[in-house]
């Protein structure tokens, strides 16, 4: 904006003078205009320093999925009551050889070549273990038992990390030796099926966990990298062999057990899901 000016003639005593006239108003103007600019420009630069920190945004998580073990999710001790309906004075000590029975059952079909279904391991074992402490297995009593491994109860903070990693864009699967109808049971009937993106069990290609190809249908369900996978273990035998395959593997020691002296050992550890919440997440 231009000065703008104008010139008038005046007399005084006999004398003509040109006398030239300015309008101050532009100029006065234009200096309001500037000093105003230069405050938005303060202020602008300012706001940033004024945001609370809680504003920013939150960090992408480590990893695009995680794959569970089945009993991170859900309790293996939950059969214990029931065994104890049917041994009274007896329940622990039969549900851990229950337990051993089973998983060494997996690891000798696997050598030899006889992999079946994981509730006919389970059973097996069952039968094995009532053998073993000389007590008598009725029809009626070996049901009730195997369905316990129907009716598992999910850990208390198994429901509340599930739906955090969902909200955050993470994947979650098994990959689990459970046979597929134990894992949809087990999910159906504590309602979280729908907190599964898919429900992996060994079955698929004929195997149980520590075997490669167990790991590998992580990779075959997700269509991901593996460091873009964390696989969670219940086992310390587990953790051990998905950190051989080459998974980063967090170690959820349910129970506070020492380390697998293998010589390879979990990147993370915790007895509970809140470690493995603040890896995955990033919040520490």
């Avoid at 003639?9 to 100029?27: A, D, H, M, Q, Y």
């Avoid at 599964?196 to 249908?217: C, I």
């Avoid at 380390?259 to 915790?270: F, H, Q």
């Amino acid at each position: 904006m231009k000065t703008i000016g104008t010139t008038k003639e005046l007399s005084s005593g006999g004398v003509t003078k040109r006398v030239e006239w300015f309008n101050w108003l532009p100029i006065k103007w234009r200096i309001i205009q500037l000093s105003a600019a230069r405050n938005l420009i303060l202020i602008l630069g300012l706001l940033p320093l004024c945001a609370p920190v809680d504003a920013q945004e939150p960090s992408a998580p480590r990893f695009k999925a995680v794959a569970f073990d089945y009993f991170v999710i859900f309790d293996a001790n939950s059969v214990a009551p029931e065994v104890e309906r049917a041994f009274p004075g007896k329940g622990a000590e039969f549900t851990k050889m229950w337990r051993s029975k089973q998983f060494e059952y997996c690891y000798l079909r696997t050598i030899t070549g006889h992999e079946t279904d994981f509730l006919k391991v389970t059973e097996d074992a069952l039968v094995y273990t009532a053998e073993a402490m000389k007590l008598e297995l009725t029809p009626e009593t070996r049901k009730r038992l195997l369905n316990a491994y129907l009716t598992l109860k999910p850990w208390p903070d198994a429901t509340g990390a599930l739906h955090q990693l969902r909200a955050a864009g993470v994947r979650i699967i098994t990959i689990a030796n459970f046979s597929g109808t134990m894992l949809r049971t087990n999910a159906d009937g504590a309602g979280m099926t729908g907190l599964f993106d898919e429900l992996v069990s060994t079955e698929a290609n004929g195997t149980y966990k520590p075997d490669p190809r167990a790991y590998e249908l992580g990779l075959e369900q997700l269509k991901l990298k593996k460091e873009d996978i964390l696989f969670a273990a219940f086992g310390g035998w587990d953790a051990y062999g998905a950190k051989s395959f080459g998974y980063t593997t967090y170690w959820v020691n349910r129970f506070n057990l020492p380390p697998e002296e293998l010589g390879i050992g979990a990147d993370r550890t915790s007895s509970n899901l809140d470690g493995l919440l603040d890896f995955v997440l990033g919040h520490h």
